[in-house]
């Protein structure tokens, strides 16, 4: 079965760099993909590039061996147009060419089962467009991947003026299910990144052909700005500069002079050399070359928004995800201050002779920040679904998130025409813990009280799911890490995917779980595998994390709706029957149900008979020493308490472990070195 059942085969059309990278990405998450192209030798050499990819990806230890052999086995290249006759949705990625993407679009016509899906990789014409080449246009819609798309999440999901809105959500899932995070575009010249992002270039060069600074400098000054690794004119260098030319030519055409290609873009793409970009810094520029190219990308941001092409969130999503900007034109907005973010843009379009984009004069008006949705609530069929939208940060939970799950739960509760409710998280992971840089700050600070306030309060946000008189569920497409495993198992029902992980990380940052983590794991699972889970930090499959009973039931994504239609109409679960222990974990249950657990980090236990136990030993022998213990006292203790007990229990340790040199050496080493632990 596909990870999709309702997609069995999907195909890519153009096998140069950029159709072969989405072929390797919708192949890389289990699905068959056929990739297309003119003759049989560049549909090779399309499969060949995939090879070399994914054996760099081998060399880097991204892929097993047989992982990637597997992967390549699904990619299936092919010239003859009539094997698309299978395939349950295509992607046309042929060369930026309309003509040539208007024929591709009425052969698919002919070869396209009825129900197929037609999806246009195109950057820089309208998809309405090109539907209008198809007898079927409710069925094309825009798909827009970054490059690599193999490893860029992000995807703009792109709306004709014809496209069915059933249609683009079927696509809009099948992205999710891919791993992908897509943010919804109108059907706009340039989509939203483009859009911001070709005048970030264009403002490059002219600042270059001002004589204002040498490229060197311009490029510094920008990765500086937007805190990335190269500047404008060596991305140019890298992805092409005649691309840039032709975003220009075709961007310039339909927005006018702010947009179009400047000479000095022009004189150098026929030069057919790459942009100079040697050369001395001048660092007393970079305030300058900052601002001016802030300012074009503020002007446009807010213009794309006033005219509904997206969402203030998902144009930030956008830059952050696809373009790696450490902060979104939004964000940015509000760190430079609404006021002198607008004096910027007024010259910038006084200069231009445009109009003032009305979304930025209102907001500076209210002096208030731009506010973010780090909760959607989407309602269908009476039911809420709450999405974490946090999705370059693996939705991890901050005060942010609590505070607009907490709206947006009570609204949902209160809703009458609401029956349940889901917690979701956006992109690839469910929600990656509680956000580690929050911790980190406050135990710099010296504010751990606030970590202390923060945790109490994410702890009554649960309780209040628990106890709501509405069911409600949670579900896990992705990883599920600390306070994520913590949030889903306050929820009456956890529905997961397969691809769907588990695991508890805190013990080898130096904390222990505070989200009733120790509590509410031990009432599901028992105490033998909550101590498992929770003191070795193991990741479990979705499957064995049904096995155990951590979670209700794994379903494929297309089933994910019906499974959790099916649990809303259950009902709240009120008294939930402890663990089904399966024989595949009873050693390891029977292991870890005692007290004594500073014997488990004896040097013998390492080499125990039962490779899972000593495999636990060598894990917990990792990990923090006093967060180790403290969690061990807490499922000792805990369980023989009402669960509202025991979860104040866990919230009294939180100022003495958060007080430890192993906390901060935990928390602040995350993703740069391992820690080293002292037990103190
Ligand atoms: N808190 C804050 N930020 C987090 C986070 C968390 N718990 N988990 C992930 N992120 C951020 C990362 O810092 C990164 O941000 P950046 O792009 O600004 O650097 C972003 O999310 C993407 O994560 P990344 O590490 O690049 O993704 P990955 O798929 O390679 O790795 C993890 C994923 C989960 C292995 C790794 O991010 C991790 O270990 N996170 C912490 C998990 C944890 O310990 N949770 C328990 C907290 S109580």
Sequence with gaps: MTPDSSFHLLAVIGAGNMGSGIAQKMATEGFRVLLVDVDDEKAARGRKIIEQTLADGVQRKIFRPDAAGAILSRVMPTSRFEDLGAADLVVEAVFEDFDLKKRVFSRLDEVCKPGAILGTNTSSYSVTELAAATRWPERVIGLHYFYHPAKNRLVEVVGGKASDPAVLRRAWRLQEALGKTPIASSDAYGFIVNRFFLPWLTEAIRILDEGVAGTATIDEAAKKAFGIGMGPFELMNVTGVPIALHAATTLGGAFGPLYAAPALLRSQVESGEPWPIDGTVDTGLFTLIGDRLATAVFYVAAALVDEGVGTIDDTDIGARVGLRWRRGPFELMNAYGLERALDLVQSFTTQWQLPVPRVLEEQARSSRPFTFTVVRTDVANS??????????????????????????????????????????????????????????????????????????????????????????????????????????????????????????????????????????????????????????????????????????AVVPYEELDAAIAAAVAAGPVVDREAGRMPASHQAIAEYFDRSDIAALREPGETTHDDPRIAKAATRIGAKAPIAVRIAADLIDQGLDLPLADGLRLELSHLREIFSTKDAYEGLSSLGKKPPVFTGT
């Design 383 to 552: 039911i809420a679904t709450l999405t974490i939208n946090r999705p370059d940060k693996l939705n991890a939970i901050n005060g942010d998130v609590i505070a607009a799950l907490e709206e947006a739960f009570s609204q949902a509760v209160a809703n009458p025409a609401v029956t349940g409710i889901v917690i979701a998280g956006a992109g690839k992971a469910f929600i990656a813990g509680a956000d580690i840089r929050f911790f980190v700050k406050n135990i710099e600070s010296g504010e751990i009280d606030r970590i202390a306030v923060f945790t109490e309060r994410a702890q009554n946000l649960l309780r209040s799911f628990e106890t709501c008189p509405k069911p409600v569920i949670a579900r896990v497409h992705g990883m599920a890490l600390g306070g994520g495993v913590e949030l889903a198992l306050a929820c009456h029902r956890i529905i997961a995917t397969p691809k769907a992980t588990f695991a508890f990380p805190e013990t080898g940052i130096g904390i222990y779980p505070g989200l009733g983590g120790t509590q509410r794991t031990t009432r599901r699972v028992g105490k033998g595998l909550a101590k498992w889970l929770v003191l070795t930090g193991e990741t479990i499959s979705a499957t064995d994390a049904a096995a155990i009973g951590l979670i209700d």
